[in-house]
């Protein structure tokens, strides 16, 4: 008989006492009747209630994880596998563990991940709370699928299946609820295959409330999703941004905007350039987190990363700063100059702050492309 282990069934547990027995007879079941030679893992989060009392007694592989968090004892019971392929679900009995099959048939053909969707394989009534059902659920998984381009409907479903392979190229790095999400946007980074399959929620069996906290794992989930997508978090902002300032800045240095009750002048330039400079700090942001997330291995390197070094260096970054310094430096003389034809009297504003502006706002933006330059090569010394 080949003794491999195929399948391991992690369960992380922090006082599960009222539902473990089920979980594990269930998955114990699955393995029985499907022939599949596997193992149950507990990983067991500082359980007080006898839930490894219960988990010994079911021949059950005990994890000990000191560190607090689902990602933490996930994560420990996952290293822990000896199979193969890896199903992980919660031990509350919101999972039948007897049904797995459509997982590991997934996982046999080849797949990397394989998440379950409760929206389409049904929620018993009151499985899963109102804002979660229609708020927190459905708005975190479109935020997922718009900014990963990722195409599963639960974002967040806690029965899932990936190969220990596949595992080991995430890399996951997160302790605590994102753990979740850091998986599935971990697969996509890096290329990995996913399919999802209908899986039923039930009414978990606990009579205390859930880990879970509503707001505080939802803002975890966000920010979490927002941190891994510098690209909408800074890039696209700061793009938007830095456009509508020049194009504004460049009609109202040119004349001013004339309404029938109103006039747009100086005064709106100020900000048509403030959006300039706000603009081009969120695209330094977005470089500069880019090049961090990557050189300590958050986020997976691409082709595009490495093309980036050989765009964007100190030398030409030093060049291009200089030169918009150099053209701040010209077009503050020109004011001066247009000052002293007056022989230092009063200015008029509408005609000086049309050189003045753009003449502080490129020396800014010089000192600011130097200083991103020198910064950008030393976070990309591994480079």
Request: aromatic share 12%.
């Amino acid at each position: 008989m080949n003794s491999k282990i195929e399948l391991s069934i992690v369960m992380p547990c922090l006082n599960e006492a009222e539902t473990l027995t089920i979980c594990i007879t269930k998955a114990q079941l699955f393995l029985n009747e499907n022939n599949v030679n596997g193992e149950i893992i507990i990983a067991d989060n500082g359980s007080t209630d006898g839930s490894i009392a219960i988990a010994t007694s079911f021949n059950a592989n005990v994890v000990h994880v000191e560190q607090k968090g689902y990602g933490s004892a996930l994560k420990s019971g996952i290293d822990a596998a000896k199979g193969s392929y890896v199903i992980m679900g919660d031990a509350d009995d919101s999972y039948d563990f007897s049904n797995l099959l459509p997982y590991l048939t997934e996982l046999r053909k080849g797949k990397d991940l394989v998440m379950g969707n409760r929206f389409k394989g049904g929620i018993e009534k009151d499985a899963m709370p109102f804002l979660h059902k229609y708020l927190g659920n459905p708005v975190l998984s479109f935020i997922g699928r718009l900014f990963f381009k990722i195409k599963i409907g639960d974002f967040h479903c806690g029965l899932r299946g990936f190969s220990k392979k596949a595992y080991n190229i995430m890399n996951l790095k997160t302790s605590g609820m994102e753990f979740a999400s850091e998986m599935v946007v971990k697969s996509k980074l890096n290329n990995l295959s996913i399919a999802e399959v209908p899986t039923k929620l039930h009414k978990d069996g606990r009579t205390r409330p859930p880990h879970l906290n509503t707001w505080s794992d939802g803002w975890r989930h966000l920010r979490f999703l927002m941190l891994y997508a510098p690209n909408w978090l800074f890039l696209y902002p700061g793009i938007l941004l830095a456009f509508v300032g020049i194009v504004m800045s460049v009609i109202l240095i040119i004349n001013p905007i004339k309404f029938e009750n109103f006039t747009l002048d100086v005064h709106t330039l100020l900000y048509t350039t403030a959006f300039l400079l706000v603009g081009f700090q969120f695209i330094i942001f977005y470089g500069l987190t880019k090049i961090f997330a990557v050189e300590n291995e958050l986020l997976p390197k691409s082709n595009r990363y490495n093309k980036l070094f050989k765009f964007i260096n100190l030398e030409k970054g030093l060049i291009v700063g200089i030169l918009l310094l150099l053209i701040g430096v010209f077009l503050s003389f020109k004011g001066i100059a247009s000052w002293k034809e007056i022989h230092f009297r009063e200015l008029d504003t509408s005609t000086t702050l049309r050189i003045i502006i753009p003449a502080i706002t490129t020396l800014q933006l010089g000192i600011q492309t130097i200083l991103f330059s020198l910064f950008f090569s030393i976070l990309g010394l591994k480079k």
